[in-house]
């Protein structure tokens, strides 16, 4: 939103960790929360951020609460963990992973009480600030189609459908993939204004 400023903290893996563990019990859309634990195992050895936004509670703005998140990582072309290597696998001919880094976005949300305010838009901005500094190409995203809301939000961050993957009983529950390359021409497009610090 124009004139505000988003105050974005990045996170260690294992602080990081259990900070998702604790915001995701305010997220009611996902089937399955995920624990510290694994979050930690998908991201020991491969690169990745983790990232919170914060907000002031409106009725007492001296507080300050995490209110939307966003976690990514490198997927390869090989990989051993059997989840990855179906994603992987069900993204070839959608994505080249030859001689190019390919950043996974792969858990994030906004509470429902502070969406529609920018704080995603934000993080997203973040990623691929983050992403391009460190050498990554695409950024991949894979959702349902029933999330119209997040869908929404991706095709207004410009995020192009790569991939959709129809379920044979309810069109709801088909899987949408989502991708953007990333270079310098997209940092030209953002438009947020974000302070970052380092969690500790």
């Known amino acids: 939103m124009e004139g505000r400023t988003y105050r974005i903290k990045q996170y260690p893996l294992e602080l990081g960790a259990l900070e998702i563990q604790y915001i995701e019990e305010f997220f009611g859309e996902f089937d399955r929360k995920k624990t510290a634990n694994e979050i930690s195992a998908r991201l020991e050895g ?7 936004a914060e907000d002031r509670l409106p009725d007492d703005p001296t507080q300050i609460v995490p209110v939307s998140f966003k976690v990514g990582h490198e997927i390869f072309a090989e990989e051993s963990d ?17 001689g190019r880094r390919v950043l996974y976005s792969w858990i994030g949300g906004t509470r429902s009480d502070w969406r ?11 990623q691929e600030a983050w992403a391009l500094e460190e050498g990554f190409k695409e950024v991949v995203v894979k ?12 095709t207004h961050l410009n995020f192009d459908v790569v991939k959709y993957e129809r379920d044979p009983v309810d ?15 997209v940092l030209q497009g953002h438009q947020s204004e974000r302070k970052i610090t380092q969690a500790v």
């Not at 491969?46 to 919170?52: G, K, S, V």
């Not at 949408?176 to 310098?184: E, F, I, M, W």
């Open 82 to 98: 059997l989840k990855l290597g179906d994603l992987v696998a069900r993204l070839k001919g959608a994505v080249d992973f030859e």
């Open 116 to 126: 529609g305010q920018g704080h995603f838009r934000a993080l997203t901005e973040q």
């Open 143 to 154: 959702t349902k189609n029933k999330f119209y809301g997040m869908r929404g939000t991706l």
């Open 46 to 52: 491969r690169a990745h951020i983790i990232q919170i």
């Open 171 to 185: 069109n709801r529950e088909s899987k949408v993939y989502l991708s953007k390359r990333v270079g310098p021409e």
